[in-house]
């Protein structure tokens, strides 16, 4: 899957918790990409985001950065 259509679904898992405070938000996106993401698409986003992360919104960068800081 191209790096584009990632950063296009996880802003789109970002905008339907964009109601929530940021902390929570940002923890339930992760929480998201965590249990419905393929180990592959992780990891490509992960990668995207080492590469600069262009295009993911701010609130979302923070929780695909959780996301790696759980893997760890």
Do not use: C
């Not at 898992?13 to 998201?32: L, R, T, Y």
């Amino acid at each position: 899957m191209s790096p584009d259509k990632l950063v296009y679904m996880a802003n789109q898992i970002g905008k339907f918790f964009a109601h929530q405070p940021e902390e929570k938000a940002v923890d339930a996106v992760a929480d998201h990409i965590r249990k419905f993401w393929d180990p592959r698409m992780r990891k490509a986003i992960l990668a995207h985001v080492d590469a600069g992360g262009a295009g993911l919104d701010p609130r979302t960068l923070k929780a695909v950065e959780a996301v790696r800081a759980s893997v760890a």
